[in-house]
């Protein structure tokens, strides 16, 4: 009954509209747009060059370079130089502790309980310091405090100075000394517990010996540790390899630092049943001189 009746409602809200607007469509409000498909689209070109481009055309992107393309001279020598480098780190991290907190034995006690006699070589010798668990903390926490203002302080400035790779090569000769020389502590802490008091100057000379090698050690890791990610990151030949690079260089480094503290380990041992504690430091210099050979045949990439 009410379908063709009137809406005086609608007719005055009409009226209403007519006054403030004159009939026009109000701004802002909706107007149905063309159905015609007819329309034709302006062309969009590009303003560094001449090519044109229809709508809803995507740009063709270069094509991903291949995994064979990719591993060219440089970059084969710059992830060797990232295995070896994390390999001898690795191996001297299990080492260092070993030699910490193993006892200190003389060169009596080692020729009555083992099937090598003693010698006077300087070379052969056996044991380690024969810290405390509490005195391996503080040894081990020196390299925090030593290490922290030198990487803040030190390392920016003279690696802006001398260069990525210069400076790498420049400190991998600390670790290096540290490697050959850290095992000839023992002989020092053999002194030091053969002397009747136990604040001897052996003591002393023991610990002052130690805090200059793991200073120097820790010296010599705040410019190769960044320098080795620094050559991985700019040896990069395609932006879009940079994550397969850095995903294989890390894989790398993972599995060496796996291999290290097994090889360390079965090597001290080794070393230890054949009198020459200090064979396995000896082994990671070698392995630190090698990386270190690698390096003058790396070319560094510019950022």
């Given at each position: ?268 041992a080794w070393a230890e049943e054949r009198g020459c504690a ?26």
């Amino acid at each position: 009954m009410l379908q063709n009746r009137k809406d005086w409602g609608r007719r005055l809200s009409a009226s209403i509209k007519n006054q403030f607007w004159g009939g026009q469509t109000p701004r802002g409000q909706y107007s149905q747009l063309p159905t015609s498909e007819g329309i034709e689209l302006p062309e969009i070109r590009d303003p560094e060059s001449s090519t044109l481009y229809e709508p809803n055309q995507k740009p063709e992107l270069p094509p991903k370079p291949s995994l064979r393309s990719m591993l060219t001279r440089n970059i084969v020598l710059i992830l060797s130089q990232h295995w070896l480098q994390a390999l001898h780190t690795s191996t001297y991290n299990t080492l260092l502790i070993l030699l910490l907190s193993s006892p200190v034995v003389t060169r009596s006690s080692s020729s009555s309980s083992t099937n090598h006699p003693s010698s006077s070589s300087p070379l052969l010798f056996t044991g380690g310091l024969g810290l405390t668990p509490h005195a391996v903390g503080l040894a081990t926490a020196s390299i925090g405090i030593i290490g922290l203002p030198i990487q803040i302080l030190l390392y920016p400035p003279l690696s802006a100075a001398l260069g990525t790779l210069r400076s790498y090569r420049l400190f991998l000769w600390p670790s290096i000394l540290v490697y050959t020389t850290l095992p000839f502590l023992t002989l020092i802490a053999q002194s030091s517990s053969s002397s009747s008091s136990t604040t001897s100057s052996s003591s002393v000379l023991l610990w002052v010996a130690l805090i200059t090698a793991l200073g120097t050690q820790v010296l010599a890791r705040a410019f190769v540790g960044p320098a080795t990610v620094v050559l991985v990151n700019n040896c990069t030949p395609h932006p879009q390899l940079l994550a397969t690079v850095h995903g294989l260089a890390q894989s790398i480094s993972s599995a060496a630092r796996m291999v290290g503290p097994v090889l360390g380990g079965s090597a001290l041992a080794w070393a230890e049943e054949r009198g020459c504690a200090g064979a396995p430091f000896w082994g990671i210099a070698g392995l630190a001189v090698v990386n270190w050979g690698v390096l003058w045949w790396v070319v560094e990439e510019e950022d």
